[in-house]
T-cell receptor, first 115, second 119 residues
């Protein structure tokens, strides 16, 4: 069964601190993995997208890693800001021929940054 | 570019009424996806459409739900005879292409969602 599991479910950190969010998946065959940020009451916004051959990808203070062998990904946030408070969603795409295929969404990690 | 536009942002319906949710994709995007998000749950795929065609509706409930993406105008998600369990946030996303791989062209851009409340 294709699944995406994220941990922790929720996380509270102080402003300026770093944190790491985890994503484990069983989606197969794997196409790519995306991290999205969803602010409360808003739609998800793409942070990174990684294919099988990519191990690390950065977007400002966000760095995503991918280990396709162990089917794990992490999202590292450095020097957190209050505006980082949001739900971070891991999304894995399965191959379906030449098409984008089905996207499998994790439930998200709710990050709260305190001043 | 105004991004993906969804309306209404909030919709209240009584049981048995119909709900119509609209989605205008980003300019130039011809692929539209609808997702449902229940409270405390992740997004669940419902349907994928390309202009005038339903490509994949495997996530749509078999009854009461339908979707269209006409040649002209927005994509519509229609829920007939709504029940309390239909209360959720419905998100629309669009993409430029539907090809696999990591290119930015198949990155989904989401709308802000439509929140349906069924009384």
């Amino acid at each position: 069964k294709n699944q995406v599991e994220q941990s922790p479910q929720s996380l509270i950190i102080l402003e300026g601190k770093n944190c790491t969010l985890q994503c484990n998946y069983t989606v197969s065959p794997f196409s790519n993995l995306r991290w999205y940020k969803q602010d409360t009451g808003r739609g998800p916004v793409s942070l990174t997208i990684m294919t099988f051959s990519e191990n690390t990808k950065s977007n400002g203070r966000y760095t995503a890693t991918l280990d396709a062998d162990t089917k794990q990904s992490s999202l590292h946030i450095t020097a957190s800001q209050l505006s980082d408070s949001a739900s971070y969603i891991c999304v894995v795409s399965a191959k379906r021929g030449s098409t984008l295929g089905r996207l499998y969404f994790g439930r998200g990690t709710q990050l709260t940054v305190w001043p | 570019n105004a991004g993906v536009m969804q309306n209404p942002r909030h919709l209240v319906r009584r049981r048995g009424q119909e709900a119509r949710l609209r989605c205008s994709p980003m300019k130039g995007h011809s692929h539209v996806y609808w997702y449902r998000q229940l409270p405390e749950e992740g997004l669940k795929f419902m349907v994928y459409l390309q202009k005038e065609n339903i490509i994949d509706e495997s996530g749509m409930p078999k009854e009461r739900f339908s979707a269209e993406f006409p040649k002209e105008g927005p994509s519509i998600l229609r829920i007939q005879q709504v029940v309390r369990g239909d209360s959720a946030a419905y998100f629309c996303a669009s993409s430029l292409t539907n090809t696999r791989g990591g290119s930015g062209a198949n990155v989904l851009t989401f709308g802000a969602g439509s929140r349906l409340t069924v009384l």
